[in-house]
């Protein structure tokens, strides 16, 4: 098996045993910063500053993203909304954000449809292997959440909101428990806590490798026990509004029956997570189908600020080999019970539990330094040492507790407790989003939010187990506040979009496609790109190119 690195692995293997009992090697602070600044993909100016809406001229974008928030609507000019649907309250996204809202909606006596782009439960959630993390013990403490969190995000956090997330994480955990989700327990039944890269304490709860598994199949169960209306395969394309900066509803595009569906709302929760398939600058993306990014450009367009939409989080181990599991995530728990990382000589060259952008950092550096593995696919990556965990742990350490690892591996002849994986950076956590208050209050009336879309809490670098507390935390806090200040019904009409449509006119080049984008079509966001810069040097488009400026109209006859 991986005859193509069959040098590579003997040097792996041969250091193998001397390795285990070696300290990790240290970095000081400035090297740290030097890995950021010269290799991480935040830090290499592949960013911009858009020409319209709430952060025009100021906040700087990935070109990805950017070309999305200078993009038309793809409603049809001529479309105005007839209520089909008349809800309290409307939250758009159905994963863990979404669920828990409309869970805590449940007993409120409000009317609550959920619109999901796909099925109930298709979402980052899911993708979310290694943990969810809550100070639970006597040794941790809030606080210490609080600050191993901040000094992680790089003090970038927005405070207020990371008190929330610390102060309510124990309340979250036994919330999920007592739904049913069942973490790891040790031999005495107190949680099976793990460190984390960042965590000063054990810290970390896990439901094996599929922990956000787990708490999506709860969830999805209970929310399906609760009168919420699940809108499946209707995708959020644009908000409503009364004209006067409220928030009143969407515009959904049902895919079933190629349908337009107006929904006035007196209340929106937007849930609608990540943006990993826009692949910015190229990388592979541990995320599902779904994550285009769309709720940060309906939220844009109404007048909502997007805070650190600059910052992304690479996890440093995405599988790169074989191809097909190309992105996909390999949890941090592995290197956290200590699997090493090496480069092509076999060599450890950093601490695998420093933070996740400065690890992205190193192995981006290993490979561009030419001491990556080079695999038949034309990638290149280092080698993650899972066999080091059976000879440190036991045989069949690997099988117990990463049951999901093994599977997806073994699919493709590779057994991770013989063979180490191969490893790069993906494309993985929106760090950045909408701007909230504590309680998930965005700028405008009518409109919260809670989740990955979500901007602030993590600050500019995300620790492992937060998200799953994050959707867990806010997506009650949400929906306890919705409760609290539901505003009273308005019109719902495209007073918004008119105004943002007004601004695009101002955007030269124009953008050449529509927004949100709703299933990745990465593609034609690279062709947009390219013709973008084409035209800004002042050549004309390919024909290839010219092809991919006129998409089809989604909704025409609509
Ligand atoms: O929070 C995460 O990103 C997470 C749990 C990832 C992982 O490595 O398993």
Not at 49 to 62: E, L, M
Not at 513 to 518: E, F, I, K, Q, R
């Amino acid at each position: 098996m991986m005859d193509w690195a069959r040098d590579s692995l003997e040097k792996v293997a041969a250091s193998r045993k001397a390795r285990a009992q070696e300290p990790a090697p240290t970095l000081t602070d400035a090297e740290s910063e030097a890995l950021l600044n010269e290799f991480h993909p935040d830090y290499l100016g592949m960013e911009r500053v858009v020409g319209v809406g709430p952060n025009a001229g100021t906040q700087k974008f990935p070109l990805e993203l950017a070309e999305l928030l200078e993009s038309d609507s793809p409603l049809p000019q001529s479309f105005e909304p007839a209520i089909e649907i008349t809800t309290d309250v409307l939250i758009l996204g159905g994963g863990g954000a979404g669920a828990t809202a409309a869970l805590t909606l449940a007993e409120s006596g409000l009317k609550v449809h959920l619109a999901t782009k796909l099925r109930l439960g298709d979402a980052n959630t899911v993708m979310a292997e290694g943990g969810i993390q809550a100070a639970l013990t006597r040794q941790d403490s809030t606080r210490r959440h609080f600050a191993d969190s901040y000094v992680g995000g790089h003090g970038n956090n927005d405070p207020e909101l990371l008190r929330a997330l610390c102060e309510h994480g124990p309340a979250g955990i036994r919330w999920l428990s007592d739904l049913g989700c069942l973490f790891d327990q040790n031999e005495d039944g107190t949680f099976r806590l793990r460190k984390g890269g960042g965590t000063s304490v054990p810290r970390v709860l896990a439901c094996r490798d599929y922990t956000g598994l787990e708490i999506m199949r709860v969830l999805k169960d209970a929310v399906l026990l609760t009168g919420t209306q699940i809108l499946e395969n209707h995708s959020a394309v644009e908000l409503l509004d009364d004209g006067e900066g409220q928030v009143t509803g969407a515009v959904l595009w049902d895919r079933v029956s190629q349908k337009l569906v107006s929904v006035s709302a007196r209340a929106v929760i937007m849930a609608t997570g990540g943006s990993g398939q826009l692949r910015i600058q190229g990388f592979p993306t541990s995320n599902h189908l779904g994550a285009t990014g769309d709720g940060l450009i309906l939220a844009y367009r109404q007048g909502c600020q997007l805070i650190h939409t600059d910052s992304f989080q690479y996890h440093p181990s995405g599988s790169c080999y074989p191809e097909a599991l190309a992105g996909q995530l390999v949890t941090e728990s592995i290197r956290a019970i200590g699997a090493q990382v090496l480069n092509v000589q076999g060599e450890r060259f950093i601490d695998e539990m420093i933070y996740r952008d400065v690890l992205a950092g190193a192995i981006i550096r290993e490979v561009a330094e030419g001491r990556g593995v080079p695999t038949p696919t034309h990638r290149s990556g280092v080698w993650l040492d899972t066999p080091l965990i059976e000879l440190k742990l036991g045989k069949g350490t690997l099988g117990r507790q990463f049951p999901g690892l093994i599977h997806r591996f073994e699919r493709y002849g590779i057994d991770p407790a013989i063979h180490p994986i191969l490893v790069y950076p993906t494309l993985h956590y929106q760090n950045g989003g909408i701007r909230i208050d504590p309680s998930g209050q965005t700028d405008l009336t009518g409109l919260w939010a809670a989740g990955e879309v979500t901007g602030g809490l993590h600050g500019t670098n995300r620790l492992m187990g937060n998200s799953l507390l994050d959707i867990t935390v806010f997506g009650r806090r949400a929906a306890e506040s919705v409760i609290k200040k539901i505003p009273e019904r308005r019109a719902a009409t495209l007073a918004g979009l008119k105004k943002f449509r007004e601004g695009l006119k101002a955007i030269q080049p124009p953008s050449s496609g529509t927004a949100p984008l709703l299933f990745p079509v990465a593609s034609r966001l690279k062709f947009q790109l390219a013709e973008k810069s084409e035209r800004l040097s002042g050549t004309e488009p390919s024909q290839e190119k010219k092809q991919f400026r006129e998409p089809p109209d989604p909704f025409g006859g609509n």
